[in-house]
């Protein structure tokens, strides 16, 4: 059974022993007080209401942890204590890749590793979403799943798993699918030993380090970027890669 301890975010009223609360963050959802300690969850969002309405519901469905709420990262960083079970940020209509954001995701990721982030968003592009999982975020949410698949994307995250909507599998075949064919054309035009050498010029190697790697003669190296020059129709190393990315990106 759950209740609310304080008053959620607003700081209008008193709470359960009569105190008005001095600054509405964080606050927060709990269980009634037993030898069971709930893990704790910290939520992000800027706006009041989303954020009190989000964890209120979360609970009503079954999320069995301490809700802490927060207005902003900065707000996060000055309370954390170390003992939150994860960070759900709800990002609204702004776009994980706005400037400030993905560097705020980015700090939090590296300076909290054992920390799982989830990203919670009205925006859910592909682009966005794998930008999210490269960064190390644990999960994706789109606002627009009900609330019971929204828990069980949290509790699949913080136990270690990573979440990403259905929404976002059929842009992500399209890509796979594009990126085969891709391959299929790189195939048709360079033979595997090629493609050995283009990685190694991907990586900037000298031909003496690309020989050694491959086992090769240097004088094969440069026989092997001869002909991927002369394919592509380019001058140079350099010219190499701008035309595979033109090419094949």
Not at 68 to 96: R, T
Request: aromatic share 6%; proline share 4%.
């Amino acid at each position: 059974m759950t209740e609310v301890r304080g008053i959620i975010g607003s700081g209008i009223g008193k709470g359960l022993n009569g105190a008005i609360p001095s600054s509405p963050f964080p606050s927060s959802v709990n269980v009634k007080p037993s030898l069971y300690r709930a893990p704790v969850l910290d939520i992000i969002d800027e706006r009041a209401l989303d954020r009190e309405c989000l964890s209120q519901s979360l609970v009503s469905h079954g999320l069995n942890m301490t809700i802490v709420l927060f207005n902003s990262i900065d707000a996060w960083m000055a309370k954390y204590s170390g003992e939150s079970s994860g960070l759900l940020i709800s990002l609204g209509s702004h776009d994980f890749t706005e400037s400030g954001i993905e560097d705020s995701i980015r700090m939090l990721v590296t300076k909290f590793p054992e920390l799982p982030v989830i990203i919670l968003s009205d925006n859910h592009d592909l682009r966005q979403v794998l930008t999210a999982l490269d960064l190390g975020v644990k999960g994706f949410i789109p606002s627009a799943v009900g609330i019971a698949v929204c828990v069980k994307a949290i509790s699949l995250a913080l136990s270690g798993g990573i979440f990403i909507s259905t929404e976002s599998l059929p842009e992500l075949r399209r890509l796979m699918s594009v990126a085969d064919q891709q391959e299929r054309k790189r195939a048709e035009v360079f033979t595997s030993r090629e493609e050995e050498v283009i990685s190694m010029l991907k990586l900037g190697k000298a031909n003496k380090i690309i020989a050694y790697e491959l086992d090769l003669r240097e004088s094969t190296v440069k026989v092997h970027i001869r002909n991927i020059m002369k394919k592509l129709k380019v001058h140079n190393r350099t010219e190499v890669i701008f035309k595979l990315n033109e090419l094949f990106s």
